[in-house]
């Protein structure tokens, strides 16, 4: 334990000095070790893996979720700052300079330079070839989880970071196809030399199962990719594990979970009744997500923001420590339903559907305990609509509902005005002026 404390305060030391970004610095302290000489060793890597964990478990996850889940109504603004309000309001009026954007912008790329320094670390410190690939894979991980969020919210990323700040940009088919190749280097690393122990005891902890948090993202991004068949497989990999760890984002009174902070523990947020879901969406009487989730009435936004009524905060953010998973078992099932029913193998998209709407059991308590679907199952549109909605619920605050609204409804027409009551107000959101004025390379922004 004492060595843990011990690297997790180095880690931390590494994010604060900010030698993960382009900005150089005019002092220096020559009685601290450099970058170069902390980030040589096995000691420097092992804290700077525990630096990501606590970097993106409690600032990066917050951008993952809470942006894309005020522009597709999940989260409803109740108070008057000006960068949330933008972000419930979208469409051209949501500015490069809003902080609502740039935050999650700098944070990811921030999470992400960090891991592109463990993987950096990985091939150039001695290690022995169990901890080589505990830190690859790690390092792997958390660059595409990285890279997988912000190529939800904007229209390009970059796939590596630059020092001098002028990153070449890739669009989203090449980002991912990126995010899926890390993965799989991931897997193959821990294939040919399994974790050490030293790595397990050091930097992971007893709630993450690292094979099985990267099987569940390589079967969400396959699935972005339209690799169809992979992404069943990858899930069936996490199904079939005999290993029962949850893989969790574990919080304590120093490291506060990010959406209690700005739900339940501020005037900021909340989340919308029914999940911000209208019509045909709103989940049916008896879900029982909507108790797993939701609370009693919490008043309703405010006006600029659409009005809309509110619920208390429960489920995986309801306290200051709750623990949040880093992926839903429900995913897993959702990612087959539909890779199935993209193929038109409609009775095995049904059978997906029903095990999430019909699942009493679930490792986490995430339970709909409904009936069978009952619609035309030889309907693809209509069983695609039914897993949107169930993915919508299912997978509440995961910042994956952006994405899902933009692939299940392309078509979907935004409008340039601002909007509070559409599926989602922005289709990419620009890139933020920050980026823009040091980064000649920034493509332009997407029209909506």
């Known amino acids: 334990m004492k060595n843990i404390k011990i690297l997790t305060i180095i880690g931390a030391l590494l994010i604060s000095s900010g030698i993960f970004t382009a900005c150089d610095t005019d002092f220096e302290n020559p009685n601290n070790p450099t970058e170069d000489v902390v980030l040589g060793t096995k000691e420097g890597l092992f804290a700077l893996a525990t630096g990501i964990r606590q970097y993106y478990s409690v ?42 954007i740039t935050n999650p912008w700098v944070n990811l790329l921030r ?15 001695e290690l022995s070839a169990g901890s080589r690939s505990g830190v690859l894979a790690y390092g792997n991980l958390f660059k595409a989880m990285s890279l997988g969020a912000l190529i939800q919210m904007f229209e390009q990323a970059p796939i590596d970071n630059a020092a001098d700040g002028a990153a070449e940009f890739s669009d989203r088919a090449t980002v991912l196809a990126s995010c ?10 821990m294939s040919s030399a399994p974790i050490s122990d030293e790595f397990k005891s050091t930097v992971l902890w007893s709630d993450m199962n690292l094979e099985k948090t990267i099987n569940a993202f390589l079967s ?12 069943i497989n990858a899930a069936n990999d996490v199904i079939n594990s005999s290993n029962p760890t949850n893989s969790m984002w574990i919080y304590d009174s120093n490291n506060q979970n990010p959406i209690w902070n700005r739900t339940v523990n501020s005037a900021d947020l909340d989340p919308q009744t029914n999940f911000g879901l209208l019509g045909t969406y709103i989940p049916e009487t008896g879900d029982g997500r909507v108790n797993f989730y939701l609370g009693n009435d919490a008043g309703f936004a405010n006006g600029d923001a659409g009005g809309q009524p509110l619920s208390e905060m429960i489920g995986f953010f309801e306290t200051n420590t709750s623990a949040i998973p880093i992926y839903l078992h429900g995913e897993m099932l959702l990612n087959k339903a539909e890779a199935f029913a993209r193929q038109n193998q409609l009775p095995e998209a049904v059978i997906q559907l029903n095990l999430v709407r019909q699942k009493n059991n679930d490792p986490l308590g995430v339970n709909a305990n409904l009936p069978a679907w009952t619609g035309d199952e030889t309907n693809q549109n ?13 997978l509440f605050l995961t910042g994956l509902r952006f994405g899902d609204s933009k692939r299940f409804h392309p078509n979907f027409v935004v409008p340039a005005a601002a909007n509070t009551t559409n599926e989602r107000n922005r289709n990419f959101y620009p890139y933020p002026t920050i980026e823009r004025e040091n980064n000649p390379n920034t493509p332009a922004d997407p029209a909506i």
């Open 220 to 231: 969400r991004y396959y699935l972005l990719a339209g690799n169809y068949t992979e992404s």
């Open 111 to 125: 999470a992400k330079g960090m891991a592109e320094s463990l993987i950096q670390g990985a091939n150039t410190v």
């Open 382 to 394: 209509a069983i695609l609509e039914e897993i949107y909605k169930n993915r919508c619920i299912e």
């Open 59 to 100: 600032t990066a996850l917050r951008q993952v979720i809470e942006a894309p889940g005020i522009t597709t109504r999940e989260l409803g603004v109740t108070n008057t700052f000006l960068n949330i309000n933008e972000l419930a309001q979208g469409g051209a009026e949501l500015p490069g300079e809003s902080g609502g």
């Open 180 to 189: 899926i190749s890390l993965l799989e280097e991931a897997k193959d690393a």
